[in-house]
Structure formats: C-alpha cells, structure tokens
C-alpha cells in the first residue's frame, strides 16, 4: 500500500491536482484491487497523457489487463466475410452496436463501437474479470491460420486451442517454428483488408466440437454469434 500511496501523490503532485491524505488513501484502497503492476503502471501512463486532475476513473481505463485500447480494437475488427480474427467478448459485443451504422456512417460507427466497447471494458475491469479471447473465424483458409498463429504468438490462444480449431495447423512449419520458439515468423504479417468493404456479419465457424471445451468458453461462443446476429440487418 505504502509504494501506492507514493506513486498516487507523485501523480497527484505532477498532474496539479488537490489530494488530501484521505482521498489518497481512498484512491489507493480503490485501487488495490487490481494487480499493482498495472495500477503503477497506469499512474505512469497518467503522468504523461492528463491534462487536467487525476482521477480513479483515468487510472483504471489505463491499465493493461490484455484487453486492447478502443482504437486498436477498432482497427482489429474484420471489415469482410472473408478475415478471421481473435477477440475479447468486450470486442465482440460492440460490433454488434457498431454493425447497423456501417453502411451508412463508418465514422458513426467507430464513435459508437469506441464507446460501447470502452463501457464494456470498464464493467468487466470493475467486475475484476480477466480478458478472455474468442476466435470469429472467416472465410479465407489462410486468413484463419494467420489469425490463430498471430493469437499463439501473443498468448491470447493456447497452441492446443489453435490446433483443436484447425487441425491442419500441426503441419504448418510457422506452427512448429512457433511452437519452438523461433522469431520472427514471417507469416505473421498484418493481414490487409480491403478499404471500403462492409463488415458483414458472418457465421461463427466452429470445425469441430471439442469435448474438453469448459461451459464457460461454450457460453462466450455463443455470446459471439448472438452478437454478430443481433448486428445482421433485415432482409
């Protein structure tokens, strides 16, 4: 408690903002749920960026719990049938706010998926729930095993969850240099989507069920489709 208090009245000091010992103190109680790590490390991150008075509220949408900022989330979400990609629930609840304003207002629909997605983020924060990645596989055979191979390498997925997925990932050699450790693999490039296309809602596509898959994981599914279904339009 005592290297929070410190670094809350150094931020406090540093961002011109009033703090008395007992709204520091309730600060750092506040605070102290979450792993100190990440609170340091966003008290560092709101020494930097605030302009104005620090708030409980600043330090908590920075911290690193795993869970991307709303405009890397943005740019992750697939713009086509045809990409796959790894996201959090939080990702996939707001495309579906998102989706009905595609095409008609991109813009429109980036300001809303941005805050749908930045509330979702802070219910979960404050529900103390860890990040938990889903793969929404697409169309393109290729584009699938990049995006698993890419959630591998950044440990959002388990070598044996990518693999149950798609079992043809034991025969690709950026799997086994994956699995060995070898960097850089060069097909994990970016994958680069078309500029313009719609973001469609497609099936959420499933190769095979895995007997050993926990309830949980079931549910967080499922709560991909429903979302991608809620997001289809009429007709």
């Known amino acids: 408690m005592k290297q929070l208090l410190e670094a809350i009245a150094v931020t406090a000091e540093l961002t011109s903002t009033d703090l008395s010992k007992i709204a520091a103190r309730v600060m750092a109680e ?9 609170v340091l490390g966003a008290l560092t991150r709101c020494r930097r960026e605030l302009k104005g008075r620090l708030t409980i509220a600043d330090v908590v949408q920075r911290l690193d719990d795993g869970r991307p900022g709303p405009e890397e989330a943005w740019a992750m979400i697939p713009k086509g049938e045809g990409p796959s990609v790894v996201w959090t629930q939080e990702m996939a609840e707001a495309f579906g706010v998102a989706y009905p304003l595609m095409e008609s207002d991109e813009v429109a629909a980036r300001m809303a998926f941005k805050e749908s997605y930045s509330k979702a983020v802070a219910l979960a924060r404050d529900a103390s729930k860890p990040v938990h990645w889903m793969p929404s596989l697409g169309h393109d055979p290729a584009g699938r095993e990049v995006a698993l191979l890419q959630a591998v390498e950044k440990k959002r997925l388990t070598a044996d969850r990518a693999r149950a997925l798609m079992p043809q990932l034991q025969a690709s050699p950026q799997f086994t240099a994956l699995l060995a450790g070898a960097k850089p693999l060069p097909m994990l490039a ?29 549910r967080l599914a499922e709560a991909d489709v429903a979302a991608r279904e809620a997001a289809r339009l009429p007709g």
């Open 190 to 218: 970016p994958v680069e989507q078309p500029v313009g296309r719609l973001a469609l809602p497609r099936p959420h596509i499933r190769p095979m069920e895995l007997a050993d898959e926990e309830l949980e994981e079931k």
């Open 30 to 38: 506040d605070l102290a749920r979450y792993p100190l790590d990440q």
